[in-house]
Structure formats: C-alpha cells, structure tokens
C-alpha cells in the first residue's frame, strides 16, 4: 500500500506562486504516471499537470505556461510548481500516482486565491 502526503497549499494573492509537493511512502521507481488534479467547490475534479515514467510532461490548455510538474526520484516525490496564480486556481489539489493497474490518491491540499 502506497501513501500520498501533499503539503504546499495556502492562501495567497493573484499572481503569486506556490510550490505542491506530494511525497509517496515508497519508491517511486516503478511508477508509470503521477498527476495532479484540482477540484473546485462544485465541479468535477480535472486533470492539470502528469509526469510520465519516461519525463514526458503533459497539461490542461488553462494552466499551460503557468504550472510546471516535475519529480525527484530520491526524494520519492513529485511537486507543481505554480506561477501567476489567479482567482480560478482555487480548488483542493490531490496527486495521484499510478503503478501499472493500481492507483493512489492524497488526500488534498487546499489553494485559495484571493484577488
């Protein structure tokens, strides 16, 4: 069983930045995806930002230019850098890491953008 913590969130002005971390309780070696999502009070939860075992990096068109995801395999984690911030990136942030057939979920961590 793998364990996602997230930390980072906050409450902070439009047009700042914030950095997410989502460390995993084992090697993160053998995993074939890991992403962050977001979910804002009322909508589904969306994809924004993966990182595929070969460092191919895919995201949202509205957080493209703006977000930028990447990994450190020593430090079995995976952080979402955030830059520009804006009112509509509010949301709970949860990664997800994806080994083969089995996924696992943080349990989120809150943005608030205050404008």
Do not use: H
């Amino acid at each position: 069983q793998v364990q996602l913590v997230e930390s980072g969130g906050g409450v902070v002005q439009a047009g700042e930045s914030l950095r997410l971390s989502c460390a995993a309780s084992g090697s993160i070696f053998s995993v074939s995806a890991m992403g962050w999502y977001r979910q804002s009070q009322g909508k589904q939860r969306e994809l924004v930002a993966v990182i595929l075992s070969g460092g191919i990096t895919n995201y949202a068109d509205s957080v493209k230019g703006r977000f930028t995801i990447s990994r450190d395999n020593d430090k079995n984690t995976v952080y979402l850098q955030i830059n520009s911030l804006k009112p509509e990136d509010t949301a709970v942030y949860y990664c997800r890491f994806t080994y083969g057939t089995r996924s696992y979920w943080g349990q989120g961590t809150q943005v608030t953008v205050s404008s």
